[in-house]
């Protein structure tokens, strides 16, 4: 680009290296999960030396924990509504996993690997507690509420994404909505059992 300075065009190269890097890292946990990715494969990916991954993320811990990082944006989903947010939040985590391959790797991870597990519990403590606890008749039960939701769509997501079984594979999304949105919204709003 002209006019451009010889630091900024150094800080777009290193932009684009670091692009690059995350994308193959994304697709090779996603591929092959935290074990048996290795930095080697994911810099061949990105067609770089291993060196600048290691440059740029340090060890492949934290590689990975800025590959899966995300944010599901919980905190923004309308409430107004509460008598669907049953419905809302199945709609909500269903666009999530079929635009987002970086869940997949983190769920197939999760199980095996603190790093990542410590992930999917962030976000269970951050935003769906609080969401449960904004929407539930009892705010001290938000806590179970959550795990309740969260036990939810992560076995859509295990038998969806990773399993891939096929009766789970050939729902609609709308048809998943309406199985599980009930189920949801018994768990956020109504009265404990």
């Known amino acids: ?41 994911i810099a061949r990916d990105a067609r770089i030396d291993p060196s600048m991954v290691m440059r740029y993320y340090g060890n492949k811990a934290d590689l990975f924990g800025a590959a899966v990082a995300m944010d599901p944006g919980l905190p923004d989903l309308p409430v107004e509504s509460r008598e669907v947010i049953g419905r809302t939040l199945v709609r909500h985590f269903l666009t999530l996993w079929e635009e987002n391959g970086e869940l997949t790797a983190l769920l197939r991870v999760g199980a095996t690997e603190p790093a990542a597990a410590e992930r999917m519990q962030s976000v269970l ?3 769906l507690i609080p969401l449960a606890r904004q929407v539930g008749p009892e705010p001290e039960q938000a806590p179970t509420r959550a795990a309740l939701c969260a036990s939810t769509v992560l076995g859509l997501a295990l038998t969806r994404y990773v399993l891939r079984f096929p009766a789970s594979v050939a729902l609609d999304p709308e048809e998943i909505v309406d199985w599980l949105g009930p189920t949801m919204q018994r768990y956020l709003t109504a009265p404990t059992p």
Do not use: C
């Not at 680009?1 to 684009?16: C, F, I, K, L, Y």
């Not at 994308?23 to 999960?33: H, M, N, P, Q, V």
């Open 1 to 41: 680009m002209t006019g451009a300075t010889e630091p900024q065009r150094v800080a777009r190269r290193s932009d684009v290296t670091r692009a690059a890097i995350l994308a193959a890292a994304r697709a090779r946990f996603a591929a092959d999960g935290y074990e048996k990715a290795t930095i080697r494969a």
């Open 125 to 127: 403590r951050d935003q």
